[in-house]
């Protein structure tokens, strides 16, 4: 017959489990209530207008050049139809 668990570990995983799930669904909820409460005028906002002016003015360029085009592939005179 297999050993139970001492009830004391079971109440500390049960607690674990608890404390990780609370804190989870709290995270979740401090994020639904925040969401649009953003200032227009605020540190985040010009944060973002920045980056995405960075973003508009480098576009894709970067330092490395951009990757050609691949050509265009036609079937070989084994896979052509006769």
Known sequence: ???RRPPVRRL???AGVT???AAFALTLNG???TQGQVRPDGEAATAVKRWEQQVA?????CHHPPA???APTTPSASQREV
């Open 19 to 21: 404390t990780s799930v």
């Open 1 to 3: 017959m297999p050993e």
């Open 57 to 61: 003015d480098h576009g894709r360029r």
């Open 12 to 14: 500390a995983y049960l």
């Open 31 to 33: 994020i639904a209530t």
């Open 68 to 70: 050609p085009a691949p």
